[in-house]
Nanobody, 126 residues
Framework: QVQLVESGGGLVQAGGSLRLSCAAS????????MGWFRQAPGTERDFIAAVTWGDGVTTYADSVKGRFTLSRDNAKNTIYLEMNSLKPEDTAVYYC???????????????????WGQGTQVTVSS
């Protein structure tokens, strides 16, 4: 069993910044990928960014490229999402996810991940 704890959400004005963090913990697990998704009311869970753990390659959704940056701390099994130039349409619940079973699915799909965090609300006011 792996637990994910997210933090860093909140309310910010358009153009502002927020930093989310997500820490994975548990017994004897190996990380293959970690990612961020978001879900606004009435919509599907959308891919934001992910990192494959072995090579450190990051992938971003087009909607956040150039504004959001994913980074990681391998020793802490933690990923961060630095969000800049936030827009009202970025408002959503943000979830982190981890693949510890090597699903071999593309990181942009929720099915690539086995465990999810509880979500953290990000609200961007206009």
């Amino acid at each position: 069993q792996v637990q994910l704890v997210e933090s860093g959400g909140g309310l910010v004005q358009a153009g502002g910044s927020l930093r989310l963090s997500c820490a994975a913990s548990g017994r004897a697990f190996s990380i293959f990928a970690m990612g961020w998704f978001r879900q606004a009311p009435g919509t599907e869970r959308d891919f934001i960014a992910a990192v494959t753990w072995g090579d450190g390659v990051t992938t971003y959704a087009d909607s956040v490229k150039g504004r959001f940056t994913l980074s990681r701390d391998n020793a802490k099994n933690t990923i961060y999402l630095e969000m800049n130039s936030l827009k009202p349409e970025d408002t959503a619940v943000y979830y982190c996810a981890v693949d510890v079973r090597a699903t071999m699915r593309a990181v942009v799909f929720p099915s690539a991940y086995n465990y999810w965090g509880q979500g953290t609300q990000v609200t961007v006011s206009s």
